[in-house]
């Protein structure tokens, strides 16, 4: 019988498992006359293990080795997410690290292509650091704004079909100065834009949300709790507005669905059928 965590786990975890159990072997007929044994091929070389840029702990999963960050949450359960760098492990205080290990083996199958898939994902060219000086063209609902430091009741000149993106501060303003004030701009344009989009799709879903908060995270765009409290990454609002509108759907709909059940990804199609070249796309994408 399985303990309480497992169960926990398991219902945790569906959605990674994914696939058919695989069907039983045909019981031996008795009276069948046996044959030569079929040649099997060479086995293939093990495969390079794995390895968390910061990883605390190990483990041998179906012969690979595979090292892993492991951290203790406020989670409710054991949690596996597979990253750039790695694997990480999260679980509970009261859960122990034998049982935590358990659960690396219970869920071999799925790290181990998860991080082949990370290994093969092709890799982009490292986005450029951005220049915050006057005249730098910064990213901005995918296009560009740029940058124009201005004293204090100064009027900026804009050229031909460029946005401008106006600060008020000294001539001699720090590059330090001018991303805190650059960032304060993008943020109330992040939250006006969100809460319109919010609105917009919370009644074509049928859910009401009931606040919204502005994330820094540079891991994660955005996430729901079940008590309507939706946050959203404030630097979508360098991204293209198709995708800022998969990011507020993707939330919204965890207010019906709080998983990612077929059931979620059907409610997310409600409103928006091409939701998965939207996730694509942004997947592609850097924060």
Same mark, same amino acid.
């Given at each position: 019988?399985?303990?309480?965590?497992?169960?926990?786990?398991?219902?945790?975890?569906?959605?990674?498992?994914?696939?058919?159990?695989?069907?039983?072997?045909?019981?031996?007929?008795?009276?069948?006359?046996?044959?030569? #044994?079929?040649?099997?091929?060479?086995?293939?070389?093990?495969?390079?293990?794995?390895?968390?840029?910061?990883?605390?702990?190990?483990?041998?999963?179906?012969?690979?080795?595979?090292?892993?960050?492991?951290?203790?949450?406020?989670?409710?359960?054991?949690?596996?997410?597979?990253? #750039?760098?790695?694997?990480?492990?999260?679980?509970?205080?009261?859960?122990?690290?034998?049982?935590?290990?358990?659960?690396?083996?219970?869920?071999?199958?799925?790290?181990?292509?998860?991080?082949?898939?990370?290994?093969?994902?092709?890799?982009?060219?490292?986005?450029?650091?951005?220049?915050?000086?006057?005249?730098?063209?910064?990213?901005?609902?995918?296009?560009?704004?740029?940058?124009?430091?201005?004293?204090?009741?100064?009027?900026?000149?804009?050229?031909?079909?460029?946005?401008?993106?106006?600060?008020?501060?000294?001539?001699?303003?720090?590059?330090?100065?001018?991303?805190?004030?650059?960032?304060?701009?993008?943020?109330?344009?992040?939250?006006?834009?969100?809460?319109?989009?919010?609105?917009?799709?919370?009644?074509?879903?049928?859910?009401?949300?009931q606040r919204l908060s502005l994330s820094s995270a540079r891991t994660r765009w955005g996430s729901a709790?079940?008590?309507?409290?939706?946050?959203?990454?404030?630097?979508?609002?360098?991204?293209?507005?198709?995708?800022?509108?998969?990011?507020?759907?993707?939330?919204?709909?965890?207010?019906?669905?709080?998983?990612?059940?077929?059931?979620?990804?059907?409610?997310?199609?409600?409103?928006?059928?091409?939701y998965r070249e939207r996730r694509r796309q942004l997947q592609e994408g850097e924060l």
């Amino acid at each position: 019988m399985p303990t309480p965590w497992q169960k926990l786990t398991q219902l945790t975890l569906d959605f990674f498992t994914g696939g058919d159990p695989s069907p039983a072997p045909a019981a031996a007929n008795p009276h069948t006359v046996p044959t030569a #044994p079929t040649p099997q091929p060479p086995a293939a070389p093990p495969q390079a293990g794995f390895a968390h840029a910061s990883a605390n702990r190990h483990a041998l999963l179906q012969g690979i080795p595979v090292s892993f960050r492991f951290e203790r949450s406020r989670r409710k359960s054991i949690g596996f997410t597979v990253g #750039p760098e790695g694997l990480v492990v999260r679980a509970p205080g009261w859960v122990p690290l034998r049982e935590v290990d358990a659960a690396v083996q219970e869920k071999a199958a799925w790290i181990l292509a998860k991080l082949q898939q990370m290994r093969e994902r092709p890799t982009h060219p490292a986005r450029p650091a951005l220049a915050w000086a006057h005249g730098a063209d910064l990213p901005y609902l995918g296009g560009t704004v740029r940058l124009c430091v201005v004293a204090r009741g100064q009027t900026p000149e804009s050229p031909e079909g460029v946005q401008l993106l106006p600060l008020s501060l000294p001539p001699d303003a720090s590059a330090v100065q001018v991303r805190e004030a650059a960032e304060a701009w993008f943020k109330k344009q992040a939250r006006a834009l969100f809460e319109a989009r919010l609105q917009h799709f919370a009644p074509q879903l049928g859910v009401r949300y009931q606040r919204l908060s502005l994330s820094s995270a540079r891991t994660r765009w955005g996430s729901a709790r079940s008590d309507g409290h939706i946050r959203l990454n404030w630097r979508l609002i360098h991204l293209p507005l198709a995708q800022i509108d998969y990011v507020v759907v993707h939330e919204l709909a965890h207010l019906r669905v709080m998983d990612h059940s077929p059931r979620f990804w059907d409610t997310v199609g409600e409103v928006m059928p091409d939701y998965r070249e939207r996730r694509r796309q942004l997947q592609e994408g850097e924060l």
